[in-house]
């Protein structure tokens, strides 16, 4: 197994807090673009760093689509969790939101979706977020 890039770890857990607060925050006060990005940009993060760990190339895969499809091709058990909430939008290759969803309780699923797969990766990956720190 490659060695982790533990910055990159780090920023997927940077991006989760970042999010988890905002969705803490009173609901008139949540900025749902924001946590929308944040949610997909760390579950993008969390699947390349994935990838990398089991050494596959993923510098051809454009969307988070693809990367989605790769990474279940490389771990079948992750048809368990529900990415089809990813679907709400089209986001081009440098993840910058078109058309994030901006209902609270989607961009809710999402973030739901991000906590159990960076659990679920994390620990398949035998990462500790206390080693990171």
Same mark, same amino acid.
């Given at each position: 197994?490659?060695? %982790?890039? /533990?910055?990159?770890?780090?920023?997927?857990?940077?991006?989760?807090?970042?999010?988890?607060?905002? *969705?803490?925050?009173?609901?008139?006060?949540?900025?749902?673009?924001?946590?929308?990005? *944040?949610?997909?940009?760390?579950?993008?993060? %969390?699947?390349?760093?994935? %990838?990398?760990?089991?050494?596959?190339?993923?510098?051809?895969?454009?969307?988070?689509?693809?990367?989605?499809?790769?990474?279940?091709?490389?771990? /079948? =058990?992750?048809?368990?969790?529900?990415?089809?909430?990813? $679907?709400? =939008?089209? *986001?081009? =290759?440098?993840?910058?939101?078109?058309?994030?969803?901006?209902?609270?309780?989607?961009?809710?699923?999402?973030?739901?979706?991000?906590? $159990?797969?960076?659990?679920?990766? %994390?620990?398949?990956?035998?990462? =500790?977020?206390?080693?990171?720190?």
């Amino acid at each position: 197994m490659k060695a %982790l890039n /533990p910055n990159l770890i780090k920023e997927v857990l940077h991006d989760y807090d970042a999010a988890c607060e905002e *969705l803490n925050r009173p609901a008139h006060d949540v900025v749902t673009h924001s946590v929308c990005h *944040l949610t997909r940009k760390s579950i993008r993060t %969390l699947l390349q760093v994935y %990838l990398i760990s089991k050494k596959i190339n993923f510098s051809e895969i454009d969307s988070m689509e693809k990367l989605v499809y790769k990474s279940i091709a490389v771990n /079948p =058990s992750l048809v368990r969790f529900d990415f089809s909430i990813l $679907s709400c =939008s089209h *986001l081009p =290759s440098q993840d910058i939101p078109v058309n994030c969803c901006m209902n609270e309780e989607k961009v809710s699923g999402c973030f739901r979706l991000l906590n $159990s797969l960076k659990n679920y990766l %994390l620990d398949e990956m035998k990462v =500790s977020k206390e080693k990171l720190e």
